[in-house]
């Protein structure tokens, strides 16, 4: 039984990114205040909070503690707001480029290493137990929901991690530059706890990253 190309879409819809984008901006607003800020009616305002706060992008919190009906606030969750578009693409680029600048190339190595091991240890722990290609497929889903457009495929019975769009475009370098790419697959064999290789790149002309297990994956053909 072959391997099931699965892909992952993008959690949050357009009309619901405005809603994390007036929360990033004031926290605590309620349906009202979101009601005059983005003209739709209350009906519309809800639906669009139930569906943020069910995946973990927002939480509400109760106001007062008089008779009545209860009102509700909404505040953007840790997760929301990365999702809500806080980026530090300067900064990565900044300490990337220092880091190229480094002379010594045992220095150089030991501080990519340890950037890579901190990274992959970051996503291991969102990674629930499994097979590889359970945890790859995993793997796929939080790099998508990171707008990483990723998905699982497979040739001759091996799983490959496909990545559709360069996760660090601002940081490539040339063609003979592949730094990134190799600190990338030490991230990705990190949090898989699996030996992964680049097998096919986007600098050589390919449409897409392709990261393949370097060994057999017992399962996944029959």
Not at 67 to 72: I, N
Not at 146 to 168: D, F, H, M, W
Not at 202 to 220: E, I, M, N, Y
Request: glycine share 8%.
């Amino acid at each position: 039984m072959e391997l099931k190309t699965q892909s992952f879409d993008a959690p949050t819809r357009p009309v619901d990114q405005l809603v994390l984008d007036l929360l990033r901006r004031q926290a605590g607003l309620s349906v009202t205040d979101l009601m005059e800020r983005l003209e739709v009616t209350a009906t519309a305002i809800r639906q669009r909070l139930d569906r943020l706060e069910e995946s973990g992008l927002i939480e509400r919190r109760k106001q007062g503690i008089g008779r009545g009906r209860p009102s509700f606030n909404y505040f953007l969750t840790a997760r929301g707001a990365q999702q809500a578009g806080v980026t530090y693409t300067d900064l990565a680029i900044a300490l990337w480029n220092e880091i190229k600048l480094i002379e010594s190339l045992e220095v150089k190595s030991t501080l990519i290493e340890r950037v890579s091991q901190r990274m992959g240890g970051a996503y291991r722990e969102l990674l629930a137990e499994g097979s590889l290609v359970d945890r790859m497929q995993m793997m796929a889903g939080i790099l998508t929901e990171r707008k990483i457009p990723t998905c699982i495929t497979n040739s001759i019975g091996l799983p490959i991690l496909e990545v559709q769009a360069c996760p660090y475009p601002d940081l490539v370098g040339s063609e003979h530059d592949r730094s990134v790419c190799n600190m990338e697959a030490k991230v990705l064999s990190i949090a898989l706890g699996q030996q992964m290789e680049l097998s096919q790149c986007r600098l050589d002309g390919h449409s897409c990253c392709q990261f393949k297990p370097t060994v057999t994956v017992v399962g996944a053909t029959s």
